[in-house]
């Protein structure tokens, strides 16, 4: 009887696994919302060289590679079997923002730089800064100066009837007493 009443517990509870979820039934992530309320923290993912239209404008066809590297930056992707093609590749993904993704390919012809292949949609450097600015301030700025009206408003300040103390009547600040920075004795004595 005994060994009958200690399995119970355990029959009840293999019993109640029947009624657990599966993995089908548990709620997922769709979209931009978890169960479509919460918003779950995506990591903000930076890949590449920042390339602008400035910075494209500068490079010239003929050019070394080592002056390429200098106004460019180093490729993302250098293949050893095409020596002769750099990838400078730029993604961005951040919350808030749409994803943006461009490739710029710099062709070689020995060590000099034979073509540029820019995409059209390549901003310049305002636009960039203006594309993955997602701040959006949610209370208007503090007003850091005042008009001349309101300066003109405001109460004349208040006369004391003592006179502020002067540095030369109350004589000399007294100099201050610094302790020493190491004893005098010595470590070694």
């Not at 009840?12 to 779950?40: F, I, Q, R």
């Not at 390549?122 to 100066?145: G, I, M, Y």
């Not at 006369?159 to 600040?173: F, L, V, W, Y």
Request: neutral net charge; proline residues 11%; hydrophobic residues 40%.
């Amino acid at each position: 009887m005994r060994p009958l009443l200690a399995s119970l517990p355990l029959l009840a509870l293999l019993g109640g696994c029947s009624y657990l979820p599966t993995w089908d039934s548990l709620p997922s992530v769709t979209g931009e919302k978890v169960l479509g309320l919460v918003t779950p923290y995506r990591v903000e993912v930076v890949q590449g060289n920042v390339l602008t239209k400035e910075m494209v404008a500068r490079v010239k066809p003929g050019m070394p590679k080592a002056q390429v590297r200098d106004l460019l930056g180093s490729p993302l992707l250098t293949d050893v079997f095409h020596e002769a093609r750099w990838d400078y590749v730029f993604t961005i993904r951040r919350q808030g923002a749409p994803e943006q993704q461009r490739l710029v390919v710099a062709e070689f012809d020995g060590e000099r730089l034979k073509a540029l292949t820019v995409p059209d949609d390549l901003p310049t450097e305002q636009e960039f800064v203006a594309s993955v600015n997602t701040f959006k301030p949610t209370r208007s700025q503090p007003k850091l100066a005042l008009t001349d009206a309101e300066r003109s408003a405001l109460p004349p300040p208040k006369k004391s009837t003592e006179a502020a103390p002067t540095a030369a009547a109350e004589g000399p600040a007294p100099g201050r007493i610094y302790p020493p920075l190491e004893s005098k004795t010595g470590a070694g004595s």
